[in-house]
């Protein structure tokens, strides 16, 4: 039996051999997408404001808590099924798909990828208790988690300790530095925040990366900055700044020293932003068929398939995501704490072909619908902007993933040139 006969449209991981709860998922992603986050998402981009009315629908359906597991009151849905369901919806709306893997990334490696990083008993009990309350925050309040990386250094990048820092007082931590590039700045109720560890000695360390939780009610934190980028405009991604911000203990979502352990362990956490580029690909192919066909509501039924030089595009359009598909969906099956070489090498390939290859595919489609293509009432010029961006993201841009490929290809562990 070809269990994705069940399903009333081709997913954008391609028709594979899903679970019944990965078919009960991407049906709603798709629905909702469909009949609700296309028709909004020009608004986000003309305005560069945040879809909170998707967020409104993401919780009500219950997917803001797609990774919590069902004992805490989630849908229990493991890293695969999220990439597959996050691909779904970057096919409908780019800014929603981004900002959505922000948080839930929260949530998943606080979850189920926490739960393959080694740990101490005490500091198993301790991360148990305390995701307990963030996971309760998510599923009976609605909250929403940012996960704000980037300080225009390269500690996001994973190869310095980064200049936030937080220093341990009596029941908390004090926070101090700035972010850039916060995506859902303004619209977030926590900011799970990387920051180094002052431990007072001057010399600041990437093992002791902590990941905290800032309520956006805190004391000494501030949002400033104007955001009127190229693309992914609705992320609204300003900066944050932390002004001896005071946090309780409880605000750890990881144990002192499991971010880094983490990081070494599990590097298929930093694959999550590729799959709303992959939903880009697909909406770009789909857009271009469905032109050549005249099929595009409220234009013209002219019909462009005729024409040989197009027919070959859309072939061109289609090897090339077919290609992206299965490289994607194979990393996300292989994705797990210690991969092997050719686990790891594949995982950045797939992130690589991901990222420049939605872009491709939506710069051939502009090229391929012609003039009309790039006006704004249509999506496909908005697209190609948002898709350009991918390439962009630490801490995995597509120059760091040729490099660590490279690298990690010719060196093996602990070798060096004399």
Known sequence: MNVVASLSFTPAVGDLPFTAQQRTLLTLAHALGRDKFAARAPQWDESASFPFANYDDLRETGLL??????????????????????????????????????????????????????MTETQRAEHGRRRDLHFARVVNEGAIYAQPFSEGSAAAAGRAPFGTTARKVEGGWLINGKKIFASLSGAANYYGVLCT???????????????????????????????????????????????????????????????????QTWPAMFFTLSPTYLGIANAAYDFTVRYLRGEVPGEPPVKRRQYPTKQIAVAQMRIQLESMRSLFTRAIAEAKPNPSKDEKLRLYAAHYSVMEGANDIARLALRTCGGQSMMKHLPLERLYRDSRCGALMLPWTAELILDRMGRETLYEAGERDE
């Open 65 to 118: 808590g797609l990774c919590i597991p069902e004992a805490h009151g989630g849908l229990g849905a493991d890293y695969a099924t999220y990439m597959m369901v996050a691909a779904e919806i970057g096919r409908f709306c780019g800014a929603t798909a981004l900002t959505w893997n922000m948080h839930i990334c929260s949530t998943l490696w606080t979850g189920v990828l926490a739960d393959g990083i080694q």
């Open 197 to 263: 560890e002052d431990k007072g000695d001057q010399h600041p360390d990437a093992h002791d990366t902590l990941y905290i939780s800032v309520p956006a009610t805190a004391g000494g934190f501030s949002i400033s900055g104007d955001w009127n980028p190229l693309g992914m405009r609705g992320t609204v991604s300003r900066n944050l700044t932390f002004k001896d911000v005071f946090v309780g203990d409880d605000e750890q979502l990881m144990p002192r020293g499991i971010y880094f352990k983490g990081a």
